[in-house]
């Protein structure tokens, strides 16, 4: 399976993608664009469906965004565009990495566009999967200063909802298989690095995860023996593992509450002591998921004072 390249603005530095879309269909095709030869493919990834990340132009399955994210005018790239016309120049698109259905996963990329600085940052999400609102809200935001930005399917199209009743959340999550999970993970991470950053100039690669997602991110990190991960931010993780801290070699920035029973504070510290140029911002009264689902005006403040510390973060490891 391979992505082909659209008509529209691109970052030159990066590979391209394409779509085909079927006449009075729902949806785009899912079959591989028909291109010219000159169009460079990417291997084992097929594009379902690309949009400008415009909320007022997204196509069925991405009209998830209910407002535009706010960004930092002074942080896209010292341009004179506004937010907003920063933000348009963000694109989404639905892809398949990998070869067969066992082995294949979903996700979503954003692709900076007239900012790209040529990185990546793979982003794992919460219980409720990668197509819930606040985390493509959250991956927008990061990909309007410059990054590019993955969210993979962890959970294979079944994520948790909030419909369903408590008692069934243990079940559900015994369905969702470490190994399986770790696999996902770096099928996405090997395509990357491989194939989506081959052309790029910088290469690097960081990673960010919140609640479910930060537990898998002090796991991939522990994993990571060929260094290829520059950088972490952990968002209120959990069912984190502390005795992996000194295997992490990466500098990982881990972001929570003191209001948080799902992100212990004593394992948040225990992690940026074992853990090589680990740090810890821990937010007083802050509970879980205040970062990216802010339910007060206090929320709201801390969730873009973390905003802020993440971006420096990022800045400092992939850009400086």
Known sequence: ??????????????????????????????????????????????????????????????????????????????????????????????VVIGQGDDDSVRAYL???????????????????????????????RISCHGYNVLVPDLFRGNPWKKSLPMDEFQAWL???????????????????????????ASKKLAVVGFCYGGGRLVETLARDADACFCAGVCFYGSRMDA?????IAAPVLFVCGDGDPLCPVETVRELERQARGAKAAVYAGRGHGFAHRPESLEDDGDAENAFALMKSWLHEHLIS
């Open 1 to 94: 399976m391979a992505a082909t390249a659209a008509a529209g603005a691109v970052c030159p530095s990066l590979p391209r993608l394409s779509l085909r879309r079927d006449r009075g269909a729902a949806c785009c095709s899912l079959a591989p664009a028909t291109t010219p030869q000159s169009t460079r493919l990417w291997p084992s990834v097929i594009s379902l469906q690309r949009s400008c990340c415009n909320a007022t132009h997204l196509p069925r399955q991405s009209r998830r965004f209910q407002h535009k994210p706010r960004c930092s005018q002074a942080e896209v790239a010292n341009s004179t565009v506004d937010d907003d016309e920063a933000c348009e120049l963000v694109r989404g698109t639905d």
């Open 110 to 140: 954003l692709e900076a566009v007239k900012n790209n600085n040529g990185t990546c940052v793979l982003l794992l999400s919460d219980i409720f999967g990668f197509e819930d609102s606040a985390t493509r809200d959250f991956a927008y």
């Open 174 to 200: 015994a369905e969702q298989g470490p190994e399986r999970v770790a696999g996902d993970i770096e099928t996405c991470r090997k395509w990357l690095v491989d194939d989506f950053l081959e052309a790029a």
């Open 243 to 247: 005795s992996l801290g000194a295997r």
